[in-house]
């Protein structure tokens, strides 16, 4: 990774971010905590960059339709961040194979 590619991935973050923050304030908040569930987690497609600016996409379209941030997801965020990410592989996922044992995991 060169300099231009952190320079280039800064700039797109604070785009992401701008986006974010053009939201109304409830859904920066349920936006803001599902990051922050998504980062514990850690699944390993979240640096791929989909996730996230597809969330705030989804988010847009929410405000667009007039719709609150809660009808979009339902109550429970840790629920709904889950779903996005059930067949995903998580950094954790990949700790418990490589302590485990498993063949074809970290200890190759």
Do not use: N
Not at 38 to 46: A, R, S
Not at 71 to 85: K, P, Q, R, S, Y
């Amino acid at each position: 990774m060169g300099i231009q590619d952190i320079i280039e991935g800064k700039k797109q973050w604070r785009a992401h971010m701008a986006r974010v923050k053009a939201l109304p304030a409830d859904y920066q908040i349920v936006y803001k905590e599902m990051q922050k569930y998504f980062f514990k987690i850690g699944p390993v497609g979240l640096t791929d960059g989909t996730l996230l600016p597809g969330i705030v996409d989804f988010f847009e379209e929410g405000v667009a339709s007039g719709q609150g941030v809660l009808e979009l997801i339902g109550d429970d965020v840790a629920a709904f961040c889950d779903d996005l990410v059930k067949d995903s592989r998580t950094y954790a996922d990949i700790y418990q194979e490589s302590i485990t044992g498993k063949p074809g995991t970290a200890e190759q």
